[in-house]
């Protein structure tokens, strides 16, 4: 032990008299091992770490699939899966989304909710802390009790369990609390109550595909089991009810794999992209752990001639690298720690709240480990080289002892070119989604001027739908509270200073929020059993605020859908009269769509890229907004300028006429239109950050090499100029020893770039193919930088006189 805490002060002594040494490998292992802590950090939040419910490896997600959509189910076929999978399954749940707007004590205050069966309680093993659960005599009867979140039941009821058998205020109606879920329990994302759903009433729907659906395997039922199971059902599905399940199919995953699939592919990219980082910074400190030998041959050599031994030597050189491990360590801590911070902050949304990421005593393990590797393996080779230095040798040589031997100048070229073919690796990829990402930002959205359009979510409370009510008298009723609260919100709306118009719907255009979809059938144009038409509803001057181009007839007008429980007429896109009229007239075509009867085309219009710029045109139905099934709207004001300068008359009109109707995400179009591309200007910006921090690590350790044959051939240099050599003869000298590394690293680079770019496009959905300019600039930027980490050693040692420097040698 003695002789270890001998070794660190020794150790401490050498790195404070070499600052420049120690902040360089300091710096080199907060950048490579920060970096990669913090988004392992994030990966191990989202793909490794088990969601917070109970045997939740036997939970899974059972997805409709009918090419060209997937998605949730309809009420009667749920019905049959539970009822034919027999015991493969120990509960089926599903849930819907139920946006609820909580009123009285604590005001007005908007609550994701989602309608939920009996059996969602029973595939999470019953998380209630509370109270009871939904059962199956509250759905059936279609009584309105509400389970709350703990973080509800906390912020807004002040953990009160008096509040149980309590009646709170939801959407205008009055509904008692009969649970409180565990605070552990948070499903579906950003859930704060759960109702019961409407199944009593739509037990026999196959046409609204609105279910999402979760399952509890049963112990001894394997996933390729269920597959099986469900396979079977859907076949039976598709043969008996054509007009609906032709060509269905059941996906079954594991629920922790589909909650992650979205975001899979970015944090392995950028988990890879963090490693290549690492290994560039092990290659740096590698390099600076050779000139460091370099440096101390003389000193070790001393020790040496005084009786050290090989073994002490090799400890007093790693104990540097503990010293320097730690500090590491520390540094990268802080610096992952930032990066994190400014992720969540980047992206919150793309982050699950069940297991939020937060560097704990794992992660800051693993980088000490990751230090310590890094440092023992990088001064491991050094340090055996000095200690076989000769003595007699060294302490003759004085400071031409100070001189790497031939294979320790090969190793450290050999760092280098790897350092910048990695370098130039991570610039190529980070070039291609910057490529991607330009060309999306190229695409028409459909839409004209989205910076002047502000646009904002509310929610409308609609009449419960009890059981015994058929559809249509319910949508009469939904017509009757709807209709003329649209109509005096519209009319306020337009009476702001500065709009220009302003529209309503049930999603916002390109938002990527989709909307309704289902079957149809067109009078006089056969069409397949599987084909499958979007709806939106849709205010009379949404076209003419979001700048939607008219092709031919008319769009609605405020007549339309006036006193009619379902919309008798329609407009449909570009789209639509393309694939499914043969690009012919559509105007007065019957269309049966939504609830089946005929409807009437109006109009067409162009189309507009719902999903996102990297997402196909879809066919779609545009129906009058007062025939909306639904209470959760969008609104949208065009203005003669800026668009958020009408926030505050917006806000001000909603608070004084509607103080029961909060209004969420508010944002002008443009950053609306952008969220489709979200994750991918995230994954931009960090891979680009990754290959900037590359850029750097490479054009130091190809400094560090340069600046070191340039003090080598000093006496070279020196000679050169006193027979006479100009300043661009020993430029194009130096220029050429630093080539050599250059031109090899780039060429290596490249290739690797190429791999990578086929490995991306192959492995993550939508990145184009790497081009021809993407790798002529990032070979060229790098050259330049490359060229210029040469010349600046040699203008230094120039300015050495040639008498100086063969005196000094």
């Known amino acids: 032990m003695n002789a270890l805490l001998h070794d660190l002060r020794h150790a401490l002594r050498c790195l404070r008299a070499q600052p420049g040494f120690c902040l360089t490998a300091v710096l080199t292992l907060m950048l490579g091992i920060g970096a990669l802590t913090a988004i392992f950090t994030v990966y191990d939040a989202v793909l490794l770490k088990p969601l917070p419910f109970a045997q939740v490896d036997r939970i899974v997600r059972i997805t409709r699939v009918q090419p060209p959509v997937s998605g949730p189910i309809s009420p009667a076929a749920l019905r049959e899966w539970r009822e034919r999978s027999g015991s493969a399954f120990d509960a089926f749940g599903a849930f819907v989304e139920q946006t609820a707007t909580l009123t009285g004590t604590g005001g007005a205050e908007r609550a994701v909710g989602y309608r939920v069966t009996p059996g969602f309680w029973d595939v999470f093993s019953q998380p209630i802390a509370l109270g009871r659960s939904i059962s199956v005599e509250d759905e059936t009867r279609g009584e309105r009790v509400v389970v709350l979140s703990d973080g509800l039941w906390r912020n807004r009821y002040g953990a009160d369990p008096g509040v149980i058998g309590c009646d709170i205020a939801i959407n205008g109606e009055s509904w008692r609390v009969i649970g409180v879920a565990a605070p552990t329990f948070q499903y579906p994302a950003h859930a704060r109550l759960w109702l019961p759903t409407l199944l009593a009433v739509h037990s026999e729907d196959r046409g609204n595909n609105s279910l999402a659906v979760v399952a509890r395997l049963a112990p001894a039922v394997s996933l390729a089991q269920a597959r099986e ?261 519209l009319a306020r709306l337009a009476a702001l200073p500065g709009a220009e118009s302003v529209a309503l719907s049930d999603v916002l255009p390109a938002s990527g929020e989709g909307g309704w979809n289902g079957g149809l059938e067109i009078e006089g144009h056969p069409v397949a059993d599987d084909a499958l038409v979007d709806f939106h509803f849709v205010s009379p001057d949404y076209f003419r605020t979001f700048g939607i181009a008219l092709k031919a007839g008319r769009v609605l007008d405020i007549s339309d859908g006036k006193g009619a429980a379902v919309p008798g007429v329609g407009v449909v896109n570009q789209a639509f009269v393309d694939r499914y009229l043969g690009g012919g007239d559509a105007l007065g075509a019957q269309v049966h769509a939504y609830d089946g009867s005929a409807k009437t085309i109006v109009g067409v219009v162009g189309n507009v890229r719902q999903l996102g710029p990297d997402q196909p045109e879809r066919p779609e139905i545009y129906f009058p907004i007062r025939n909306a099934p639904m209470g959760n709207l969008a609104l949208a004001i065009r203005s003669g300028g800026d668009a958020n300068a009408l926030q505050p008359a917006l806000r001000r009109l909603m608070r004084e006429s509607f103080p029961d109707i909060p209004l969420y995400r508010i944002a002008a179009m443009d950053e609306v239109t952008g969220a489709p591309v979200q994750m991918r200007r995230v994954s931009m910006g960090l891979n680009s950050a990754f290959a900037a921090t590359a850029l750097i690590l490479a054009s130091i350790g190809l400094y560090g090499v340069i600046t070191w044959i340039a003090a080598q051939r000093r006496r070279e240099i020196g000679i050169r100029q006193s027979f006479g050599a100009t300043r661009t003869h020993i430029h194009r000298l130096m220029l050429r020893s630093g080539l050599g590394l250059i031109v090899p690293g780039v060429a290596a680079g490249l290739l690797g770039a190429f791999a990578l770019s086929r490995l991306l496009a192959s492995q993550a959905s939508g990145i184009g193919a790497l081009n021809l300019r993407v790798l002529v600039l990032v070979a060229f930027g790098f050259g330049v930088i490359a060229i210029v980490a040469c010349l600046v050693p040699t203008w230094r040692a120039l300015r050495i006189s040639p008498t100086q420097a063969l005196r000094n040698d």
């Open 229 to 489: 199971v469900m396979r079977g059902i859907t076949d039976w599905q598709a043969r008996s009810f054509p007009e609906h399940h032709a060509n269905l199919s059941a996906r079954i995953e594991r629920l922790g794999t589909w909650l992650s699939s979205n975001l899979r592919d970015t944090l392995s990219m950028l988990l890879s992209a963090g490693l290549l980082v690492l290994l560039i910074a092990c290659a740096n400190l590698a390099s600076l752990m050779l000139t460091r030998s370099q440096t101390r041959s003389q000193e070790l050599a001393v020790r040496s001639a005084l009786g050290a031994g090989r073994a002490q030597l090799i400890r007093t050189v790693l104990a540097e690298a503990l010293l320097l491990a730690f500090a590491g360590a520390l540094a990268a801590a802080l610096f992952a720690r930032l990066l994190l911070a400014g992720l969540l902050r980047l992206a919150p949304e793309l982050l699950p709240e069940w297991n939020v990421p937060t560097l704990d005593y794992r992660a800051l393990l693993a980088m000490l480990a990751v230090a310590m590797s890094t440092l023992l393996l990088s001064g491991l080779l050094p340090a055996w080289w000095a200690s076989r230095t000769d003595p007699a040798q060294a302490l003759r040589g004085g400071t031409r002892g100070q001189t790497l031997t031939r294979s320790q100048a090969r190793a450290r070229g050999a760092l280098v070119m790897v350092e910048i073919a990695l370098a130039v690796c991570l610039l190529s990829g980070a070039g291609q989604l910057i490529d991607t990402l330009r060309q999306l930002g190229q695409v028409d959205s459909g839409l004209r001027d989205p910076e002047r359009i502000l646009s904002a979510r509310f929610d409308v409370a609609l009449p419960t739908q009890t059981p015994g009510t058929d559809d249509l008298a319910w949508l009469t009723r939904v017509n009757a509270v709807l209709a003329p609260q649209v109509d005096d919100l």
